[in-house]
C-alpha cells in the first residue's frame, strides 16, 4: 500500500513548475501563463505556483520545496530581485536537507530583470539556464531538451548558460488567457496585451530597444477577451506601451468593450496612451465610456524640452497638456499621470514647474478634492540595467544605487537632498491627495505649497510609512486651515 501510495504521489508531481514573486496578490502574471501555455506537448507536465511580494517567505519555500520539479523556471522583475534572492537563500537550504540527491531542480530565470543583468550578477550564482529576452520558444526548447537528458547535478556547469532569445512572432504565441482561474477572473485584475514593443526610444526604458511594435491578430483576441468577459473578468489592464499608437485598432477594442458596457458588463478597462496621440476619431470614443469604466495611463515623464531631448524622447508640452485638459473636460476617465524626477538636465525648480502645469491641465480651476478621477504618480528615475541612460552619467554626474530598483541618488542639478525631499513628496502625495486622504486645496504654486507640508510632516512623524491615517487627516487639514 505505502508504495501505491508513493507511486501515486509521483504521478502527480509536475515535471516543471513556474513561479514568480508578484507585486500583490491581485495581479497574476501574464508571463507565467504565456510560458505555460507555449510549452506544447510538455503544457500538462508544468504547474504554475505564485506568489505575493509581502507574504512570509516560509509560506513561498514549502510549496516550492514540496513540489520537487526536475525544472524550476521564475521571472524576475525589478520589483522582486530582492525578494528572489531571499527565496533562493532558503530554497538552497531546503534542497541541502533533502535526502532525494535529485531535490535540487535544474534552474531556469529570465524576465526583464535578468535579461540585461551583467553576467557576474549574484543572481546567476544560483541559476542553470539564464534566457535573455522573450521566452515563449526558447524555454519550450530549453525544457525539451533537459528532460530528453537525465545529466545529474554533478555534470552540470558551474556557470549559467546564458541563452539569448529573439522576439517571437505574436501570430505563432498561443494564448494562454485560458489559464487564468476561475478566481483570477472573479477577484484580480487580468492583464492582456494586443501588442509588444514601442517605436520610441526613450533612454531610461527598455521597450523601445526592439524598436518595432508588433501586434497580437486582433479578431482572435477580441475573440479571447469576450470569453473573459463570459467568464467574469472585471478588470482588464492592458501591458501595451503604446496602446493608441494604431488609431483604427485602438478605436476597434475600445468599441468591443463599449459593446459589452452596453451589454451590462460590469467591467474595468486599463490603457496606456501615448499622449501627444488624441485624434478625433479617438477622442470620439473615449467619450462614450461611462464613470469608472475606462482607466488610463498617460507617461508624460517630464515639461522640459531641453531634458526630453537629453533622454530621446519625442515631446510636444502643449499638445500633451492639451489631451489632458480634454480627458478632465470631455470623458469620465480616470487619469494617471507620470512624472520622472532626476532625469538628466532637470533640477528640482524645473521639476516643480512641470509639476504646476500638469496639476492645471488636470484640475482646471478646482481642488484635487473636486476632481477625484486624476492622478499624479511620481517616480524618481531608475538605471534599469541595459538603459541606454548609462551613457548620460558622466556628462550629468548621475549616481545611482547599485541595489534594485536602481534609483538615481543625484545629479549635476539635483543634490541627494533634493531627490530625498521628492521620494518624501511622492509618498505623502500618493496617501493624501490620490488616496483622497484628505482635501488639499494648493495655492499656486503647488509644488512648493506640497513640499513645504511633506516637510513638515516628516518632520513630524519622523517618517513618511506606517502612519495612522486619522491623525495624518487631523494634521493635514490644520495645516490647511492655517
Known sequence: MAHRHRGLIRD????????????????????????????????????IIEFALRQPLAEKIEPLAAAHPR??????????????????????????????????????????????????AEIFRHADYVIRGEGETAFRELCENILADDRSLAQRAKTPQFIDAGNVDTA????????????????????????????????????????????????????????????????????????????????????????KLEERAQIVVHFEMVPSLFPQELRDVLTRFPPGALR?????????????????????????????????????????????????????????????????????????????RVEIQLGILKLLPGAPIARRSETFAMKYNPAPPYEVLETSVMTTADLARVKNFARFWEIIVNRALAAFDGKKPVFDDFMTLSDALLAHFGRNWGIDKHELREIVQKNSAK
Not at 18 to 44: C, F, Y
Open 71 to 120: 525544472i524550476l523556471g521564475i521571472s524576475v522583475s525589478i520589483w522582486n530581485h530582492t525578494a528572489v534572492l531571499e527565496l533562493f537563500g532558503e530554497l538552497e537550504k531546503a534542497w541541502a536537507a533533502d535526502s532525494d540527491a535529485a531535490a535540487r531542480p535544474v534552474v531556469a530565470l529570465g524576465g526583464p530583470e535578468v535579461s540585461h543583468l551583467p553576467p557576474e
Open 296 to 372: 488610463l495611463e498617460i507617461g508624460i515623464q517630464t515639461l522640459n524640452a531641453e531634458t526630453s531631448a537629453n533622454i530621446g524622447r519625442p515631446a510636444n508640452p502643449e499638445k500633451e497638456l492639451e489631451a489632458l485638459r480634454f480627458l478632465r473636460e470631455k470623458t469620465n476617465a480616470i487619469v494617471h499621470a507620470d512624472l520622472i524626477a532626476g532625469l538628466p538636465g532637470e533640477d528640482l525648480a524645473s521639476f516643480g514647474r512641470g509639476f504646476d502645469r500638469l496639476w492645471r491641465a488636470l484640475h482646471g480651476p478646482g481642488s484635487a478634492s473636486e476632481n477625484p
Open 172 to 259: 505563432r504565441i498561443k494564448s494562454a488567457y485560458h489559464l487564468y482561474t476561475d478566481e483570477d477572473a472573479a477577484r484580480k485584475l487580468i492583464y492582456v496585451e494586443a501588442s509588444r514593443g514601442c517605436p520610441f526610444n526613450c533612454e531610461f526604458c527598455l521597450s523601445g530597444a526592439a524598436s518595432a511594435v508588433r501586434e497580437f491578430p486582433l479578431e482572435p483576441f477580441l475573440a479571447e477577451m469576450d470569453e473573459l468577459v463570459k467568464r467574469g473578468v472585471k478588470t482588464f489592464k492592458f501591458l501595451d506601451r503604446t496602446f493608441n499608437l494604431n488609431i483604427k485598432r485602438a478605436v476597434q477594442i475600445c468599441e468591443f468593450f463599449l459593446k
Open 12 to 47: 502527480l508531481v509536475k515535471d516543471i513548475v513556474l513561479t514568480t514573486i508578484n507585486a500583490k496578490w491581485i495581479h497574476p502574471s501574464l508571463a507565467l501563463r504565456l510560458l505555460k501555455a507555449n510549452l506544447g506537448a510538455l503544457e500538462d507536465r508544468c504547474e
